[in-house]
């Protein structure tokens, strides 16, 4: 009895790793036919280029963005004040440019690359990639710069281009 105390210790040190009563990080969900853009309501499966998802500490649902640069321009708004339990965008290294399903990653962890020739739902974006190696393949390709999650600033994302100029959002 004596030698399971210490492993009953570890096992309960382990499993408290966390803050007291926050739950666990999201998983990723995947859009489908009917997901849609927080900011504009536009249907993300009808666009090209990266998405992106918010989850918010306390919400039920991820809110969900049909483009990183309006994950971005939220993220980084002075006002944004509710608390980011995790963000995603979506590894353009291995989606599928013109459909993208899949492959999430944390937002912090991805390289990306602003002002390539490539566009997405609202117009020129911020190319996303979970590989450094891939985000510098696709600057040789289409141009633009690589840059890291901490380096993109508010100036840098800009929502006049939208797919149809929207300026209502």
């Not at 991820?62 to 971005?72: A, K, N």
């Not at 993208?100 to 937002?107: E, F, V």
């Not at 508010?154 to 929207?166: I, R, T």
């Amino acid at each position: 009895m004596i030698k399971t105390l210490p492993l009953l210790a570890l096992v309960a040190a382990l499993t408290a790793c966390g803050r007291a009563g926050e739950p666990a990080a999201s998983a990723a969900l995947e859009i489908d036919r009917g997901t849609t853009c927080e900011l504009d309501g536009m249907l993300l499966a009808d666009y090209p280029g990266p998405k992106a998802q918010i989850h918010y500490e306390g919400a039920a649902a991820p809110e969900f963005f049909c483009d990183t640069v309006e994950l971005f321009s939220t993220l980084l708004k002075p006002e944004q004040v509710r608390r980011v339990r995790i963000a995603y965008v979506q590894d353009m290294g291995r989606a599928d440019w013109e459909h993208p399903q899949g492959h999430w990653i944390d937002a912090k962890t991805g390289f990306y690359v602003l002002g390539s020739k490539r566009h997405g739902s609202m117009g020129p974006t911020i190319a996303s990639f979970a590989q450094e190696a891939d985000a510098t393949a696709f600057v040789g390709q289409h141009g633009g710069r690589l840059l890291r999650y901490a380096e993109i600033r508010p100036e840098m994302v800009d929502l006049s281009g939208g797919a149809q100029h929207d300026q209502r959002m």
